[in-house]
């Protein structure tokens, strides 16, 4: 049957030839761009056509972790097809948790195989802290997300062939910590 526009309107489209595109799309949308000063994801936003900032540049305070940290956000997101809020959200939630505890620490100057179980049980100490009141601090939801997204980037930094050789052998986050 031919259509009005004169086309077959029972002609099926070749699936491979549209998945292959859509995959380089998808890879092109995932970016990390380095400035001077500055480290941004940029991601898709509002649709497959826009793509919008996610800034990284606290990173750079730890300049050994800024690359792998940076590299494990980008392939995080790519690899789970995450819109902007969500990784926004990955990146903020690293920023105000685990990377302000190294901070606070003064642990700027950590190597990647120096980052161990202990500092990972550090982080937790860190998160249960109380005020004088002896009310914590953070509420436990967002202790849990704080270190659910630490998880996720130390479980792609184990899988990953370029980073795991250089991670600690005993450098484990355990389930259910809270």
């Known amino acids: 049957m031919i259509?009005?526009?004169g086309s077959?309107?029972?002609?099926?489209?070749s699936r491979s030839k549209h998945e292959g595109i859509a995959s380089l799309d998808k890879?092109?949308?995932y970016h990390l761009v380095h400035r001077t000063g500055s480290i941004e994801l940029m991601c898709p936003k509002g649709?497959?056509?826009?793509?919008?900032?996610?800034?990284?540049?606290?990173?750079?305070?730890?300049?050994?972790?800024?690359?792998?940290i940076a590299q494990a956000i980008k392939e995080i997101c790519?690899?789970?097809?995450?819109?902007?809020?969500?990784?926004?959200?990955?990146?903020r939630e690293l920023k105000s948790g685990f990377?302000?505890?190294l901070e606070?620490?003064?642990?700027?100057?950590?190597?990647?195989?120096?980052?161990?179980?202990?500092?990972?049980?550090?982080?937790?100490?860190w998160l249960d802290q109380a005020d004088r009141t002896r009310v914590a601090i953070y509420e436990l939801n967002t202790r849990e997300h704080h270190m659910s997204h630490l998880r996720k980037v130390v479980a792609y930094l184990k899988?990953?062939?370029?980073?795991?050789?250089?991670?600690?052998?005993?450098?484990?986050?355990?389930?259910?910590?809270w």
Request: charged share 25%.
């Open 3 to 5: 259509s009005r526009r």
């Open 8 to 13: 077959n309107a029972y002609k099926l489209k």
């Open 27 to 29: 890879a092109r949308h």
């Open 47 to 68: 649709g497959n056509k826009r793509l919008a900032r996610v800034d990284l540049s606290y990173l750079l305070a730890f300049p050994n972790l800024s690359e792998p």
């Open 78 to 91: 790519r690899s789970k097809d995450f819109a902007y809020a969500s990784c926004s959200r990955l990146g």
């Open 99 to 101: 990377f302000m505890f």
């Open 104 to 125: 606070k620490e003064s642990l700027n100057n950590i190597k990647l195989e120096q980052l161990t179980t202990s500092h990972i049980e550090g982080f937790k100490t």
């Open 159 to 177: 899988q990953s062939e370029k980073w795991a050789p250089q991670l600690a052998s005993d450098l484990h986050i355990r389930p259910g910590m």
